[in-house]
């Protein structure tokens, strides 16, 4: 019996997970780049909330904690800044037995990473993310940007064990809108001893990802699909289409899906 707090995931549920994970001892491979899991939860007409900056709700008790499992089958966890002020996420593994859920240390506990090209996620005393890693219930984020940190920011955050990674902006993209590559994004945290991570989101993280550009770096992708519309508004899952081509940008292979609850988990993996 889980005590107040963690979370349950059946054996007899993580067997059919397993072929889209990464395994265990998996270090880094491929030009210092991670196993990359693109995992979010949908509704059916493809949003992940009913509005930005509205955290909803989609996934029911089960699927929940299957999410929480990948949480521990990874070594880092990533979101935008968008989710990360929206949310303002726990982003650790609350599975029992888990590091600072029964387990020992942060055993098991991923690497909050928070994609935040312009710095603007202003961390307080309230911000959750370092409240776990304080009690020791999650590790410190790394928050990955192009600015010079904010320095009450870069304290707050060294204090808990945290870091900035100042990375360069991609060629092409304007002083207001600094953007970073994948390719550098998951390098650096590649170089950094992450040997596999999951992307959860938002919006503008997802359909970059799942562009013509960078879908090669998704390794697996677990979705979890939860019965209800939330209605026009919502940020929705659509990657852009490369220009004047009338092909779908993107479709899964290996297909396999699993009930849990009301919700369904499809789990795939992209090219060949
Ligand atoms: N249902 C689910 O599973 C999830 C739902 N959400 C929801 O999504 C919403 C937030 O989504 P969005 O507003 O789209 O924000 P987001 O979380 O995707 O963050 C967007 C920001 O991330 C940065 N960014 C993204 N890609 C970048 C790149 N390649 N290079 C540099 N910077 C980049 C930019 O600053 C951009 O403004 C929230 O309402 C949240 O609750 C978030 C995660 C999962
Ligand atoms: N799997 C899943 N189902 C939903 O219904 C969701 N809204 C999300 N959101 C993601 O989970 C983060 C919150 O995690 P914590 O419970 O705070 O650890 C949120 O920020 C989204 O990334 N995911």
Redesign the pocket.
């Known amino acids: 019996m889980a005590s107040r707090g963690e979370l349950l995931y059946p054996e007899s549920d993580r067997v059919f997970l397993e072929p889209y994970l990464p395994p265990p001892d998996r270090q880094v491979k491929d030009a210092g780049v991670p196993f990359v899991t693109l ?5 059916l007409d493809s ?10 709700a ?2 029911g008790p089960q699927s929940k904690a299957m ?1 929480h499992y990948l949480r521990c089958r990874h070594d880092a966890i990533m ?9 303002n ?1 726990s982003l650790n593994c609350r599975i029992q037995g888990v590091g600072g859920y029964g387990g020992e240390g942060l055993v098991g506990q991923p690497r909050p990473v928070v ?4 710095g ?1 996620w202003q961390l307080t005393s309230e911000t959750k993310i370092l409240k776990l890693a304080k009690e020791g219930r999650g590790k410190a984020p790394w928050i ?1 940007t ?1 600015k010079t940190p904010d320095s009450e920011n870069a304290r707050l955050l060294e204090e808990v064990g945290g870091c900035y990674i100042v990375l360069g ?2 060629t092409g ?1 304007s002083e207001e ?6 390719l550098d ?1 998951l390098r650096a945290i590649g170089t950094r001893g992450i040997g596999s991570i999951m992307v ?10 799942l562009s013509a550009e ?1 879908a090669e770096h998704i390794s697996s992708v677990i979705v ?1 699909i939860a019965p209800t519309w939330l209605g026009q508004g919502g ?1 929705v899952v659509s990657p852009p289409r490369t220009e004047g081509s009338s092909l779908p940008v993107a479709r899964l292979r290996k297909t396999k899906w699993q009930q849990l609850g009301d919700d369904v988990v499809l789990c795939g993996s992209l090219g060949a």
């Not at 995992?39 to 509704?43: I, K, M, N």
């Not at 994609?115 to 312009?118: F, R």
Request: aromatic share 4%.
């Open positions: 995992t979010f939860a949908t509704s949003a992940l909330s009913l509005a930005p900056g509205v955290q909803t989609l996934s999410t979101v935008g800044v968008g989710t990360a002020i929206a949310d996420p994609v935040d090209p312009l603007r990955l192009t902006s991609r993209a809108r600094p953007s970073m590559t994948w994004m959860e989101g938002g919006g503008v993280i997802i359909n970059s990802l960078n979890t940020v």
